[in-house]
């Protein structure tokens, strides 16, 4: 699943003009070879169908990176592909000087969802490259990243640099479905130090200039929760209606829950995004409430203008919304039977079982039956703002993106970030990759991403991998 970034006003750019915080870019050292590999192998991803069901191609697409790191001086025992169901996953190895220190993970996946050739401009899974920008699925979603995190991973080997922490590459081969190699995955590396989950953060361009405004880390994602609530009725005639309607009851229990409102919270790191995310706010009235939310999470008054704003009432706490009903079997019969779908995006730190408890105590209605009927996914805590982290990301960010903000962030959506945290491994979403928010196609139509994320990207990482292997 792409990165969640931080949606600010899309006049930031305004805001920050002449802003010294914004300074001209020096450009990236160049690393030709990386460069080159990174689009290649993005290429050759590309073109292969990792799609869930008959025909799925993704061991053939793990196949294409072992081959490049045996070429590149890994032994062949230490890249690993293992089938499982109809995909299958990888996890290479690069052993560090020092066996009694904890391992580095890179943590991706190379599964993409569905595309209908018929739906597209282009052939999804034919590579195109156009005016600076690469076309097909998996460009963004994320094809490219593990391309230049593999590229780059080579690139510091070729250097003849020699870590002294193992660092562990992995592609998992569900993450869009069951995410079940995920889980299999973060179990076989619970030992790990810590993990970047190159799934997860990246930086938005500016619509007019496709300037690099400012990039974001992801620390922590809301927990996915599915709650069905279900009714019951004997039925009967619709000619002699009953007191007791499956329909009616069930709409009492919605209409309750869609007016309910969580309790707004913060943790350390949504408040620091808060505190940061202000300077840059144009809108003055919003960026007080960012400010006084940040100050005080009970600030009513600062509580209703986020809440009001779909941009931020995700990041104030939990949300539920229904998504789905369905009622009744006859037009002319009264229903047996009601049932709705409520989603739910929990806030780090809460179960699912007390989210759902709060929302039947919530629908008061005794014959509302609430189950839970989530699938692939497991409540976690935030990773904690390490410091040996956030110092390397802004060394690395520093060194490719010089001036750009950095802002810490949550993500509302699910990651393979989910399974390591479940396992107490920290995780930390941190693709160096920027996009305008109108050219983010993941999941979508013509899914795409700029060519001139490659050279300060592999900058990047072999800054960051550099720094937390050492």
């Known amino acids: 699943m792409r990165r969640t970034t931080l949606v600010l006003a899309t006049t930031i750019a305004c805001a920050l003009a002449g802003s010294p915080l914004i300074a001209k870019p020096a450009k990236p050292k160049s690393h030709p070879e990386a460069e080159a590999q990174t689009l290649e192998l993005s290429k050759q991803l590309i073109a292969l169908r990792t799609v869930n069901g008959p025909g799925n191609q993704t061991d053939q697409a793990l196949g294409v990176v072992k081959g490049a790191l045996v070429a590149a001086g890994w032994k062949d025992s230490e890249v690993e592909i293992v089938p499982f169901k109809q995909t299958a996953y990888l996890i290479a190895t690069w052993p560090g000087s020092d066996p009694s220190l904890k391992p580095l993970v890179i943590s991706g996946h190379m599964d993409v969802v569905e595309a209908k050739p018929s739906d597209w401009t282009r052939d999804p899974f034919t590579p195109v490259v156009e005016d600076g920008i690469l076309y097909g699925r998996g460009a963004s979603d994320m094809k490219f990243d593990a391309a230049m995190a593999t590229s780059a991973l080579i690139e ?153 704003n779909p941009a931020y009432v995700g990041k104030i706490g939990t949300t539920c919304v229904a998504t789905m009903v369905n009622g009744g079997h006859a ?76 802002f810490p962030s949550q993500a509302s959506g699910a990651s393979d970030s989910m399974w390591y945290r479940h396992v107490g491994v920290p995780s930390y979403g941190a693709s160096p990759t920027f996009s305008k928010d109108s050219e983010d ?17 592999i900058n990047y990482y072999l800054v960051l991998l550099t720094e937390l292997s050492k």
């Open 331 to 406: 037009l002319n019969a009264l229903p047996q039977r009601a049932t709705a779908n409520i989603n739910c995006r929990i806030f780090p730190g809460h179960k699912p079982a007390d989210i759902m408890a709060e929302l039947q105590s919530v629908a008061n209605v005794p014959q509302a039956k609430f189950t839970d009927v989530t699938e692939g996914s497991v409540a976690t805590d935030a990773s904690p703002m390490r410091p040996d982290f956030t110092g390397a990301v802004n060394k690395a960010m520093s060194a490719a993106y010089p001036g750009v903000p950095v």
């Open 441 to 457: 196609f993941s999941h979508g139509l013509n899914e795409r991403v700029r060519l001139s994320n490659i050279a300060p990207g």
């Open 156 to 308: 510091l080997r070729r250097s003849g640099y020699k870590p002294k922490r193992t660092i562990i590459i992995q592609f998992s081969g569900d993450e869009e479905t069951t995410m079940e190699t995920g889980a299999i995955i973060a179990e076989r590396l619970k030992g790990a130090e810590l993990v970047i989950n190159i799934d997860g953060g990246g930086g938005t361009y500016d619509e007019a200039t496709a300037k690099p405004l400012y990039w974001t880390w992801q620390g922590a994602e809301k927990t996915y929760s599915d709650f069905q609530i279900e009714v019951t009725n004997p039925g009967g005639h619709s000619s002699a209606p009953r007191q007791e309607n499956a329909i009616t009851e069930l709409s009492v229990a919605l209409e309750r829950i869609g007016t309910y409102h969580f309790k707004p919270e913060l943790s350390p790191l949504t408040k620091a995004y808060f505190e940061k995310a202000a300077q840059f706010e144009p809108d003055a009235k919003l960026a007080a409430a960012m400010r006084a939310f940040a100050a005080n999470p009970e600030d009513e008054a600062a509580i209703a203008v986020l809440r009001a």
